[in-house]
């Protein structure tokens, strides 16, 4: 291996995604915002982990097996990828798990975990991404619970294997809710693409109608999951204040099948891309309010 192959192109740098890292900010402010006391450079590292080490690699090793030429998430003319691409991306997600230890051993296996799982998605001798219902179950655990648990029992200094409450676990739950609600609706627009490489993915089953029914019966059972979360805690308030932030999420998605059922030309990147920056940016406001009242 050559020594300047660790050096990231630009196509490759492209391609690591880092915006990518805001649709999952949500997660990690919906933790944060549930620990009771943290130390703020602690936190600080795990989201640097997280959000600009491990996330960045997965993209880019998935990015590097894809090999796409059409639009993907944030990319609408993705650049040919290099092997420069997958070099860094295997660094990345070593430094990422030599750090964790800074945080736990425990967070460090979280990590390693994600990152094995991550290159069984993608890797072409096993690629789960073929494969409609693991490949969403996949990313509904590990970009949701999985994520939450991890970055909240980090965040709390508390081991995972000393016990749980059944507040974690709801709270694990909505979060894997709301990102399976958006999972399909990121791949609607890649039919073609995706059918060509063999990936028969869950929006590919569904198809375009049924994966608006699916993202949308999902969502609705991440609210009636936070219903519950909030009402056991007798925070009832910070529930009325979801179904506010959640709004133009609820009124896009509307506009969005609507025209979509008119003419599946609407079920583009553009319209998949203004679903998840909307969506994302609402959960933002949220959760991130509730970190500032906490």
């Given at each position: 291996?050559?020594?300047?192959?660790?050096?990231?192109?630009r196509?490759?740098?492209?391609?690591?995604?880092?915006?990518?890292?805001?649709?999952?900010?949500?997660?990690?402010?919906?933790?944060?915002?549930?620990?009771?006391?943290?130390?703020?450079?602690?936190?600080?590292?795990?989201?640097?982990?997280?959000?600009?080490?491990?996330?960045?690699?997965?993209?880019?090793?998935?990015?590097?097996?894809d090999?796409?030429?059409?639009?993907?998430?944030?990319?609408?003319?993705?650049?040919?990828?290099?092997l420069?691409?997958?070099?860094?991306?295997?660094?990345?997600?070593?430094?990422?798990?030599v750090?964790?230890?800074?945080?736990?051993?425990w967070?460090?296996?979280?990590?390693?975990i994600?990152?094995?799982?991550?290159?069984?998605?993608?890797?072409p001798?096993?690629?789960?991404?073929?494969?409609?219902?693991?490949?969403?179950?996949?990313?509904?655990?590990?970009?949701?619970v999985?994520?939450?648990?991890?970055?909240?029992?980090?965040?709390?200094?508390?081991?995972?294997?000393?016990?749980?409450?059944?507040?974690?676990?709801?709270?694990?739950?909505?979060?894997?809710?709301?990102?399976?609600?958006?999972?399909?609706?990121?791949?609607?627009?890649?039919?073609?693409?995706?059918?060509?490489?063999g990936d028969?993915?869950?929006?590919?089953?569904?198809g375009?109608?049924?994966?608006?029914?699916?993202?949308?019966?999902?969502?609705?059972?991440?609210?009636?999951l936070?219903?519950?979360?909030?009402?056991?805690?007798?925070?009832?308030?910070?529930?009325?204040?979801?179904?506010?932030?959640?709004?133009?999420i609820?009124?896009?998605?509307?506009?969005?099948?609507?025209?979509?059922m008119?003419?599946?030309?609407?079920?583009?990147?553009?319209?998949?891309?203004?679903m998840?920056?909307?969506?994302?940016?609402c959960?933002v406001i949220?959760?991130?309010?509730?970190?500032w009242?906490?």
């Amino acid at each position: 291996m050559d020594t300047k192959q660790l050096i990231p192109s630009r196509s490759a740098l492209a391609h690591l995604r880092l915006v990518f890292s805001f649709f999952l900010f949500p997660v990690f402010l919906f933790a944060l915002s549930q620990t009771p006391a943290f130390h703020i450079g602690e936190a600080f590292l795990i989201f640097f982990i997280w959000h600009f080490l491990a996330f960045p690699a997965s993209n880019g090793y998935n990015s590097y097996f894809d090999k796409d030429e059409k639009s993907i998430a944030l990319l609408e003319k993705p650049p040919e990828v290099d092997l420069s691409l997958y070099y860094f991306s295997l660094l990345l997600e070593i430094a990422a798990f030599v750090l964790s230890f800074l945080i736990s051993w425990w967070f460090a296996f979280a990590v390693l975990i994600y990152g094995v799982i991550s290159k069984m998605y993608s890797h072409p001798s096993i690629r789960l991404k073929k494969y409609p219902l693991i490949s969403f179950l996949v990313v509904f655990f590990f970009q949701g619970v999985f994520f939450y648990w991890s970055t909240y029992f980090a965040l709390v200094n508390i081991s995972p294997f000393t016990g749980w409450r059944s507040h974690d676990i709801i709270a694990g739950a909505i979060c894997s809710c709301l990102i399976g609600a958006s999972y399909p609706l990121t791949q609607i627009y890649q039919y073609e693409e995706d059918s060509k490489r063999g990936d028969h993915t869950l929006s590919l089953l569904l198809g375009y109608k049924g994966s608006f029914i699916f993202s949308g019966a999902l969502f609705v059972i991440g609210l009636i999951l936070t219903f519950f979360y909030w009402k056991s805690s007798g925070t009832l308030t910070n529930f009325y204040l979801f179904l506010i932030c959640i709004s133009p999420i609820f009124t896009f998605f509307t506009w969005w099948f609507c025209k979509t059922m008119q003419n599946t030309r609407h079920a583009s990147f553009k319209n998949a891309m203004r679903m998840v920056f909307i969506s994302s940016v609402c959960m933002v406001i949220y959760f991130g309010f509730l970190v500032w009242m906490r």
